[in-house]
């Protein structure tokens, strides 16, 4: 199975594989409704095209951040979550430095902590599995609130309304920020198949983006249909990220991929990073271009 992980670490893993088979996840996390149709939906039948981000700049990201969830803020800084047992937890960070301006560990110590995102002037943060959900107040990481779900966590983000979840399986679901209450899901498919192993999220230009697990590819997904309208293709980002840390003689292992997927308004630009990576790359991808104001919703 381990020369399974690296290959897919390298990007050679078939996207055939990836749709057909639900890897178990070894060390982080799979279980449990939107608008009017994004400007980039694909037409029904279409395949979906095979996208190249173009690098603009790059950040220093924490090398021991075990990276679950990734939100920038609108103001230079960015939330992320981490995962591990005895590691999990929620921080703010200034984008440009890597100083973290604040963190809060996952309430429950023996907790994996997936996903968070922020609505509403709160961060809403994950664990694999446990079933459970933390609320912080998103300036000062006070716990304000609790909440129950049935199956695993894995990745979160917003459409500046409702929180949009994913649990492992093709299935995202759409969630009440107040009650944690299930609104609506979709399951995601590419060709008429079930994409499994969804992971980190984030919502832009009316799409949905996801990191999918063990894989150097991010899904564009129409919210409204479930249907990948384009496949953006990481494996330099992984390829420079692995180089980077085996010159500091800490090589990356099959568990540190791609996970971190941040939407920057004003720039029409992603953040992207994994998990114990030391670089967050700023790229643009065709498709995806700027809006008016700052991200929304911020903190």
């Known amino acids: 199975m381990r020369a399974v992980f690296l290959l ?6 078939s996207l055939n594989t990836v749709l057909a088979q639900s890897t178990p996840r070894a060390s982080s996390p799979a279980a449990a409704p939107a608008s009017a149709a994004p400007a980039n939906s694909a037409p029904v039948n279409s395949v979906p095209a095979i996208l190249t981000p173009t690098i603009v ?7 021991a951040a075990f990276t679950e969830g990734f939100q ?19 921080r703010r960070v200034d984008l440009k430095t890597g ?17 968070v995102t ?20 998103a300036g000062t990481l006070k716990e304000v609130g609790r909440y129950r ?36 899901s979709v399951t995601v498919t590419d060709g008429g198949q079930p994409v499994r192993n969804i992971n980190e999220l984030e919502y832009a230009g009316g799409s949905v983006y996801a990191n999918i697990w063990l894989t150097d590819r991010i899904a564009r997904i ?27 003689g800490k090589p990356l292992t099959f568990d540190d991929i791609p996970n971190g997927i941040a939407y ?5 630009t992603l953040l992207l990073t994994g998990k114990r990576w030391g670089t967050i790359f700023e790229v643009k991808v065709p498709g995806l271009g700027a809006t008016n104001g700052r991200a929304q919703p911020r903190r």
Request: hydrophobic share 35%; net charge neutral.
């Open 264 to 268: 920057v308004p004003e720039r029409g």
């Open 222 to 248: 129409d919210p409204q249909t479930g249907k990948v309208t384009a496949w953006i293709d990481v494996s330099a980002l992984t390829r420079e990220a692995s180089a980077s840390a085996a010159r500091l």
């Open 72 to 90: 920038y803020l609108g103001d230079g800084t960015y939330m992320e979550s981490t995962g591990l047992v005895g590691e999990s937890g929620v």
């Open 99 to 115: 100083k973290v301006l604040g963190r809060v560990a996952t309430p429950l110590s023996t907790a994996f902590g997936e996903g």
């Open 149 to 184: 779900y049935g199956g695993e966590g894995w990745g979160l983000t917003t459409n500046g309304k409702d929180l949009i979840m994913s649990n492992g399986t093709p299935t995202l679901v759409w969630r009440d920020p107040k009650t944690f209450a299930v609104k609506r």
């Open 118 to 137: 922020v609505v509403g002037g709160v961060a809403y943060h994950l664990t694999w599995q446990d079933g459970l959900a933390f609320a912080f107040d």
């Open 57 to 63: 700049n790059r950040y220093p990201h924490d090398r």
């Open 8 to 13: 897919s670490l390298l990007g050679l893993v």
